[in-house]
């Protein structure tokens, strides 16, 4: 059984005060609501858990009755932290559940193709992540102000989501970081710390995440072509 993690918790305090960017309009419905209907469609995919704020429940009710969301999901609520919020989303998988995709709840262009990319890496080698190879040129900054050096691009990928995983060992690398106390900006790093290798799954199309305003058009343009 294949389940998935839509972590939609956060505040998104980038986006300005006041906004929840998750439910922001963009081709006709809350970005959120077009990264649920990817993994709702995905046939790869068994079933939806959808970590939200407290409160927000009722919220998401309505989204799943207006697009008509109807495979099977449940909610729960999001922690302190992102990891937090994904132990609690693990804490609510199907008891036969083998491999779970974890996926932001900002990022509404993922492919089922690239979905099911990751869940097949995962399935092989216990852990995989959709990433793109980086093709700007990189520099780094001591002071944020001018360049230090610059950057060898040809090893560097930037990493996105689903990050996919056999249960057990996404559980394992999350207890690692709990027993560790410790706070990891993505769910990969888990792995690091228990020598879990992560596949690198490549993603083809652009899977951007919704995090500036600026973010909106591009987003609406990609999601008019899905």
Known sequence: ???????????????????????????????VAHTWQRFNDAACIDEIILVVRDGM?????????????????????????????VWNGLEALSPHSEIVAIQDGARPCTTEELIAATIKAAQES????????????????????????????????????????????IRRALTEVRTQKLQVTDDTTACELIGQPVRLVTS???????????DLPYVELLLARL
């Not at 918790?9 to 081709?27: C, Q």
């Open 126 to 169: 216990g852990a995989a992540v959709a990433a793109q190879p980086v093709t700007d040129t990189i520099k780094e900054t001591a002071d944020g102000k001018t360049i230090a050096r610059n950057v060898d691009r040809s090893k560097l990928w930037a990493v996105q989501t689903p990050q996919t995983f056999r249960v057990e060992v």
């Open 204 to 214: 083809a199309a652009p899977n951007p995440k919704v995090t500036v305003p600026a």
């Open 1 to 31: 059984m294949n389940s998935a993690v839509i972590v939609a918790a956060g505040k998104g305090t980038r986006m300005g005060p006041g906004v929840d960017k998750i439910f922001l309009e963009v081709a006709g419905r809350p970005v």
């Open 57 to 85: 429940q009722s919220a998401f009710t309505e989204l799943a009755q207006q697009f008509k969301l109807t495979k099977p999901h449940r909610f729960v609520v999001g922690g302190a932290e992102r990891q937090d919020s």
